[in-house]
């Protein structure tokens, strides 16, 4: 538990203008941001007595060694600099809230020449028309089935459009009048586009107009006697009142608003939204959060405000957000939101009438999902800790193991050989830690050697982390097997560090007693990790409490070894061996056997399970990749584009291996220099088989070479 004086900044140093500060831990991980519109203010409320801060506050205050700062102009921009801070460095003291499930949207695809209607999930994308989004994804298919009689816009896959494109026939909706078949050319790109957009106005509320419209149509038509057309208008009429019954009106005067309602407690909290567009419901989702962080009622509507339309623009955001609480101050939000509408928003709290019964049944649904998230988490929650729990008492380990690391080795045969390390934290899979290796210190099949290669590697690599940041207590050379020893941090005012003469103007921050605390260097492979010199995630600077080994004692043994070699001692390590489910542990003659029924056993198989899925998917998509490789692929600096130019210029690598030079440079793109490295890869490299037409038997002769595939034959 750090001293939080130990790291105040001096009297003087903070400006007093707004801005976002960030406080950072020990291991250089931003654990908490923030805005103020005086940092001064707002950063000196934190360096005072501990007995007078909220307990989260003390946490997060005790468990920081640095805090720094970044001036903004004006509240609004720090608003925005917050909101992207904690999208990018995920702080645990800040109050993320996560869905609790993924909500489906009706999503129109207008960046494309023929517009598609279909259900998606997931991060928006650009040119893309989203309504919703919905509870269910069935509920999305019936509206779309009940409206594509009156809009009969496209909705098959690229797959199914290119293929009825090829054969010249539609597919069963085309024939049944449920999509306008453009496919076949029954409508123009133009005519088409129009349908869509005609199906985006009625989605979007614009339901009247439209309606009335057929109903016109409808009566001239049987004016004119054409009753087949009438009864047909009549019957789209009706399926389009049927699709908007789905939705009930809930505000009289065609209100766009969006009404979001918390119900908290002390430890969580529960965020309901509802979308309301033309004064119906057209969508609801969702979140909880666990509270962190000291924040009221009014903080958490500013979260769900930053989250909800942080990335959106437009007509995304409606012209009204009915709120429990006000932010204070309140102009900040409202200029922000109206930035990325681009026109006026009202943020407000409804006091009386049809709004305030909505925003007490919103409040309603946010009471409800919280007591269901409450009793789901008190179950899942109980189960786990059970599990790491007995898994603790089997192994006799000191405390329950939080991080569980996994490794396991695949191959084919000895070829492609490569292993995964896998990753468990509170008996839950974290998958942006997940690691791929390939064996690098010899070749053919030894599950044990690569084992301990593997392990070795990644505790080489957390021994190189724990040196850099002066954790590793030996001078003048690094710890066993890491060679070279690396200083552990910079001289105060050292030029970078922050603090120091050169650095951005704008930042500043401190670290203990004063000094400018220094970042370390990640390795070379994988995103993700805990974190880097700016606080973003960074790979092996954790250690785990266990390590699991897909394997029996040989496999413990090598993996315990390892440990031994680099002088890692407080690690534990076991094996899960699949025949009897038997757990080894190093040094031991005798498995430990677990229950059938132990959730602690249970904890363990689905970690090994989760390693060996891993690594066969890896060693997998290897052993793809080394099949499909063909002569080219062994020349240096030659990309794609260039080997599909050479291939399209002459038509096979025979033709290709007998050119010279001079015509290899003939090729766009590529130059003299390129094109004696690919005359020189191909010659080294040994010629194909000659090509065989399989329904002959016929060799092909060299200058049908090219086009051997389209005659059927094959080159082996």
């Not at 056997?593 to 066969?616: C, K, M, T, W």
């Amino acid at each position: 538990m750090a001293d939080p004086s130990s790291y105040r900044p001096k009297p003087g140093q903070i400006p007093d203008s707004p801005g976002v500060y960030k406080f950072r831990d020990e291991h250089r991980r931003v654990i908490y941001v923030g805005k103020a519109k005086s940092l001064r203010q707002r950063l000196s409320s934190y360096f005072q007595d501990l007995a007078n801060l909220h307990p989260r506050t003390r946490t997060m205050v005790t468990t920081a060694a640095a805090v720094e700062w970044t001036v903004v102009s004006t509240e609004v921009e720090a608003l925005q600099l917050e909101y992207s801070w904690i999208k990018e460095f995920d702080p645990r003291f800040n109050v993320k809230y996560r869905d609790d499930k993924s909500y489906p949207s009706l999503a129109v695809t207008l960046n494309e020449e023929f517009p598609r209607v279909q259900v998606m999930r997931g991060a928006k994308k650009k040119g893309v028309r989203y309504f919703g989004p919905y509870a269910h994804a069935w509920a999305i298919r019936e509206t779309v089935d009940l409206m594509l009689r009156v809009f009969p816009v496209r909705t098959c896959s690229a797959g199914v459009f290119k293929r009825s494109a090829q054969i010249g026939r539609p597919c069963l909706l085309g024939y049944i009048g449920k999509c306008s078949a453009p496919c076949v050319g029954r409508v123009t790109a133009e005519e088409h586009r129009e349908l869509a957009e005609e199906f985006c106005d009625f989605m979007a509320g614009r339901t009247g107009a439209y309606l009335r419209r057929l109903e016109q149509q409808m009566h001239e038509a049987a004016e004119e006697m054409e009753y087949e057309k009438a009864a047909r208008l009549r019957d789209d009429i009706g399926a389009l009142k049927r699709a908007m019954e789905k939705n009930a009106v809930v505000l009289a005067d065609a209100t766009d608003a969006d009404l979001i309602a918390v119900a908290e407690d002390e430890l969580e909290a529960a965020v309901q939204i509802f979308h309301v567009r033309g004064g119906r419901v057209r969508g609801q989702r969702g979140w909880v959060t666990d509270k962190v962080e000291a924040v009221d009622t009014a903080g958490l509507v500013e979260h769900a405000l930053q989250q909800l339309y942080g990335e959106e623009r437009g007509d995304a955001v409606p012209k009204e957000v009915l709120v429990p609480a006000v932010p204070e101050p309140a102009e900040p939000v409202t200029q922000w939101l109206a930035e990325r509408r681009g026109s006026r928003v009202d943020l407000r709290i409804p006091q009386r009438g049809d709004k305030k019964d909505l925003m007490e049944t919103v409040q309603r649904n946010a009471q409800q999902a919280l007591a269901l998230h409450k009793t789901k988490r008190a179950s899942d929650l109980t189960t786990r800790s059970r599990a790491l729990e007995e898994i603790a008492e089997a192994l006799g380990l000191d405390s329950a193991p939080l991080r569980v690391e996994c490794f396991d080795i695949s191959h084919l045969q000895g070829d492609d050989v490569v292993a995964s390390m896998v990753v468990f934290e509170d008996g839950l899979p974290r998958k942006s830690e997940y690691r791929r290796f390939q064996i690098k210190s010899f070749a053919g099949q030894d599950d044990v050697r690569s084992m301990h290669e593997v392990v070795s590697r990644r505790f080489r690599r957390y021994l190189q982390e724990k040196q850099k940041t002066g954790e590793w207590q030996e001078e003048g050379a690094g710890p066993p097997g890491v060679p070279g020893a690396v200083e552990a941090s910079e001289p105060a005012g050292a030029p970078g560090a922050p603090g120091a003469p050169g650095a951005t103007g704008a930042t500043g921050s401190t670290g203990a007693a004063g000094q400018p605390l220094e970042g370390t260097d990640g390795p070379d492979q994988g995103p993700s990790g805990p974190i880097d010199e700016e606080g973003r995630p960074k790979r092996f600077a954790y250690p785990p409490q266990l390590v699991v080994v897909d394997g029996g004692k040989p496999q413990v043994a090598a993996a315990k070894r390892a440990l031994d070699e680099l002088g890692v001692d407080d690690v534990a390590v076991c094996g899960l061996a699949k025949r009897l489910e038997e757990v080894w542990l190093p040094d031991e003659e005798d498995p430990v056997v677990l229950p059938r029924s132990s959730e602690g056993l249970y904890l363990l198989q689905r970690v090994r399970d989760e390693a060996h899925r891993f690594a066969i998917t890896y060693q997998r998509s290897k052993r793809a990749k080394s099949l499909k490789a063909g002569p080219l692929d062994t020349v240096p600096g030659l990309g794609d584009s260039r080997k599909q130019a050479l291939l399209k210029h002459f038509g096979s690598v025979k033709r290709l291996r007998a050119a010279t030079v001079e015509q290899i440079c003939e090729v766009p793109g590529v130059g003299r220099k390129t094109a004696e490295t690919v005359a020189a890869a191909l010659a080294g490299a040994a010629p194909a088989a000659p090509a065989v037409n399989t329904a002959t038997g016929e060799i092909i002769e060299d200058e049908a070479a090219g086009a051997a595939s389209s005659n059927g034959g094959t080159r082996p």
